[in-house]
């Protein structure tokens, strides 16, 4: 930022870095599609992102009540700045990646939802997001919230993990 408040970066910059993210995007979302898991399962789904985030600069903090849930958290200070990335599939629900409905296996979990897509372009955003605060040396926190089975209501707001924000 200048001195007089104006960020630095041009709008032509950021659509730049944006495009960059672009394949990191469709890589987790597809990775995403082709391993469905479905709530209170999701390992790889987590795994994939906190490994990323990880390499992006973030820390990772996980949840121990919930082994697929944890947030990622960049910088530090106000404002606080939340994410939310959701991974899970739903039971019933597999589905190749085609418009005519056809299962990759019967009876086993898919993306109804779009998680795929909401995961994917949440974790992007956040990447984004970060780049974008350290580049032009804005303060404040970016958190990352890793969002497994949220279908269950089960979990970070009855463990006051969203009480940060």
């Known amino acids: 930022m200048d001195g007089k408040g104006e960020v630095d970066m041009t709008k032509k910059e950021m659509l730049g870095q944006m495009e960059e993210l672009r394949s990191t995007c469709v890589d987790i979302c597809t990775n995403l599609w082709n391993n469905p898991e479905s709530g209170g399962n999701e390992q790889k789904s987590a795994d994939m992102i906190r490994e990323l985030l990880h390499h992006e600069g973030f820390v990772i903090v996980n ?3 919930l082994p697929h849930a944890f947030y990622a958290e960049y910088g530090s200070g106000k404002p606080v700045i939340a994410v939310l990335g959701e991974y899970d599939a739903l039971p019933g629900l597999s589905q190749k990646c085609q418009i005519t409905k056809e299962p990759v296996t019967p009876g086993a979990a898919g993306h109804g939802c779009g998680h795929n897509l909401l ?3 949440a974790v992007t955003g956040a990447i ?3 780049r974008f605060l350290e580049q032009e040396g804005i303060p404040g926190t970016l958190r990352f919230y890793g969002c497994p089975e ?4 089960s979990g970070k707001s009855k463990n006051g993990i969203l009480s940060y924000v």
């Open 63 to 65: 949840e121990e009540h």
């Open 119 to 121: 995961g994917a372009g």
């Open 128 to 130: 984004m997001i970060k």
């Open 150 to 153: 949220e279908e269950l209501l």
